[in-house]
């Protein structure tokens, strides 16, 4: 595990995204439960990407959800709900995954909507994708690099809390994470092992002084 600066590793990772050789754009999964700051890496991995002259395409799970009356149907505190029923895979990869990936005619779509703007990436694109789940099965192999976030569980609550406090009241937000989104990903972690699966592991409990591990595929 490497310890360093937020600088260090925007450095380590647009550089494993330059050692991928693909005849196809490169698809990067940012991975992780909500709250650890996977939206925000992905964010800041795309700007300095896009500072080393690769054209990104930046896109998020959260653009891929299913209609709400699908989402909720086991109840809005089901964790089971929340890790299969929240969000349309069989359209992520045919909109989008599998136009950028070998043999897709990279003619894609960034969301699921109907009124998404069909766009034509160019050959040497980066797609830089975050969101939950992106190493379950359906998933997987569609990525050429995998990056997976982790914080303490403990410290997702606090975080959900302040990010959310203009919109939720504390217990609300608590009773959510507690009930729905952390049992949810304990779920995934159990079924999918989505640690063994990743490139890339970031600890980011210290987003300004983060820890991460970049392995040999």
Known sequence: MVYGTRDDLLRDLADAVERVTAGHPTRVAVDG????????????????LRAR????????????LVPRERRYRRGEFSAEGCYLDAHDHGALNRLLLDPLG????????????DDA??????????????GVFL?????VDRWELRVLVSVALDRLVARAVVRERRVSSRADVERRWRERY????????????PVES???????????????????R
Do not use: S
Not at 102 to 113: E, I, L, Q, S, W
Not at 117 to 130: C, G, M, Q
């Open 117 to 130: 703007e069909t766009r034509t990436a160019p050959v040497d694109a980066v797609l830089v994708f975050d």
């Open 53 to 64: 002259g690769r054209h990104v395409v930046r896109a998020t799970v959260d653009d891929f």
């Open 182 to 193: 952390l049992p949810a990903q304990r779920l995934y972690a159990a079924t999918d092992r």
């Open 102 to 113: 070998p043999g897709g005619d990279r003619r894609f779509r960034p969301a699921v909507h």
């Open 33 to 48: 439960p909500p709250a650890a700051g996977k939206t925000t890496l992905a964010d800041e991995l795309a700007g300095v």
């Open 198 to 216: 990743a490139d890339v592991v970031v600890r980011n409990d210290e987003p300004r002084r983060p820890a991460w591990e970049i392995r040999a």
């Open 135 to 139: 190493l379950r099965p359906e998933l």
